[in-house]
């Protein structure tokens, strides 16, 4: 039977459709993704509206893709509209820094027409369907949605009966996916030319079909394998809820019963990346936490030159993801206590950004908290000062533009390393920042703060005056009900 039209789009084997980026030439600014063609909307401009999600849209634009615009303009040049579109476009092409008014008054002189707002804002809104539909017919043969069209488009032949051309589509297809992603691709669409070889005259069929019908049963195989260790890590992510260390016989059969497949799923070759980094990092933590270090040292390592194996497709198509992919890595190693290990991917994650001039406030914030948080662990709560002044520095002047979450993170971080140096004053202010920041739901950050505040405030009572531990005991159970009320 053969499949409907679009089913690729949220295959359980593939990452979810706006997760896939790409550009033809690498452009990293901020912690932004890379505009994404494969599908309609840019995802830094999902949350603009009017002007300003026009002008996004237009600035995230490469050389290849203005190109594209600028053709599809051509081609419709006998429509009137499509003129004065073209010629909005060049206007805020060429003046990147202008506002709306202007733009509009620059159009309006241009056209020579005494056009009404309201013409205006529908003109806009033309523009950027317009942008965003020419996207679409883009082709860049490694870019996963690229792969995924074609899939589609064989799949709306094959439903009207043209078994031999949907067939020529999917070799071209398969051709792709081997050169130029995981080679999970090349399974499904190797899968899915198998399902209706049949179908296709026997002078079309390609001369190694019965390689092709050899290979079924590995592609299937690896299909399964991909069900468990999406399943396995699954299973680690529930266990890891319960418990960070054995307790029990019990908990020890738990994690002899996890193990039993995963560490066989390792030794296929073509096991996808993502589904290896994943089973990679489960190992590693299950082996930790049943006190076998040497083990989970081992996958560990095996982990990093996965990461580093990939850099340059993952820089190219997915590099947020890529970056934040090391990031875990660092704090999956500083919570195993691997420090030398820590510091060695934080100098890799540095590499990485100083490579491809990525210097944005929030990077530079990862850095220096990590940074902050191995020295505390290694030495002892003894660090750097300079590293500590600097990471507040940095909170101090872009914390309005950090995410919420993160920028708690980055705080708690830093009262640390101040409560470790001694710097009260700075502390303080710290803590008063977090109370300012925090959502009332996020009621564990504010008791982490309040405990490292408490901390300040009794070694202060110790080096100044006795006086200030009533001060001390006061605070502290009054922010205690505080927080006993927030959780009942």
């Known amino acids: 039977m053969p499949l409907q039209t679009g089913q690729y789009k949220n295959s359980p084997f593939l990452p979810a459709r706006n997760d896939r980026k790409d550009d033809n030439k690498l452009k990293i600014n901020c912690n932004l993704a890379v505009p994404d063609q494969g599908f309609l909307l840019k995802p830094h401009s999902m949350y603009l509206t009017g002007f ?17 615009v600028a053709r599809r303009f051509e081609l419709k040049s006998n429509h009137k509209t499509e003129n004065r579109l073209y010629l909005l476009f060049s206007f805020i092409q060429k003046n990147v820094d202008a506002d709306d008014e202007r733009i509009f008054n620059l159009w309006r002189r241009k056209i020579k027409n005494d056009i009404t707002v309201n013409a205006y804002e529908k003109a806009k809104s033309q523009l950027k369907q317009f942008i965003l539909e020419t996207l679409r017919f883009i082709n860049v043969p490694g870019h996963d ?21 949907a067939f020529k589509i999917l070799q071209l297809t398969e051709k792709d996916a081997l050169e130029f992603t995981d080679p999970l691709y090349a399974c499904i669409i190797n899968y899915k030319m198998i399902q209706f070889l049949p179908h296709v005259p026997e002078k079309d069929r390609p001369a190694n079909v019965h390689e092709l019908m050899h290979e079924t049963g590995n592609i299937v195989g690896q299909l399964k394998i991909y069900h468990e260790i999406f399943s396995f890590n699954l299973d680690v992510a529930m266990f890891a809820r319960q418990t960070s260390f ?28 993502v589904a290896k980094c994943t089973l990679l990092k489960s190992l590693s933590w299950l082996y930790r936490i049943a006190g076998d270090a040497g083990t989970a040292h081992r996958y560990q390592k095996e ?3 996965v990461f580093s194996e990939k850099e340059k497709y993952n820089m190219q198509y997915r590099p947020a993801q890529y970056l934040a992919e090391w ?25 990485i950004c100083k490579q ?3 210097t944005d406030a ?7 908290n990590y940074n902050i948080t191995i020295q505390l662990q290694a030495n002892n709560n003894v660090i750097d000062k300079t590293i500590v002044d600097v990471q507040w520095k940095i909170i101090n002047t872009a914390h309005q533009q950090i995410q919420t979450g993160h920028l708690l993170t980055f705080i708690l971080t830093v009262m640390k390393g101040f409560l470790a140096i001694k710097e009260y004053k700075k502390l303080h202010d710290a803590y008063i920042l977090i109370l300012k920041s925090a959502p009332a739901e996020r009621f564990d950050v504010v008791f982490a703060a309040e405990l490292i505040y408490t901390l300040a405030l009794y070694e202060q009572s110790h080096m100044n005056n006795s006086l200030q531990i009533v001060e001390l005991n006061n605070h502290f159970v009054k922010q205690a009900e505080s927080l006993y009320r927030r959780m009942h």
């Open 303 to 305: 982990l990093v030159h």
């Open 356 to 358: 491809y001039h990525i």
């Open 246 to 273: 054995i307790q029990n016989k019990k908990q020890q059969q738990q994690i002899n019963n996890l193990l039993q497949h995963p560490v066989a799923a390792l030794k296929i070759n073509t096991l996808p990346y």
């Open 52 to 68: 300003e999600s026009l002008l996004a849209i237009i600035n995230s634009l490469t050389h290849t893709e203005c190109d594209q």
């Open 327 to 351: 990031a875990d890595l660092i704090n999956i190693s500083i919570k195993n206590n691997f420090i030398a290990d820590a510091n060695d991917v934080l100098k890799k994650y540095q590499d």
């Open 362 to 368: 929030h990077t530079q914030l990862i850095i220096y």
């Open 145 to 165: 949605a690229y792969l995924l069209e074609r899939l589609d488009f064989a799949n709306i032949l094959i439903a009207r009966g043209l078994f031999t051309e």
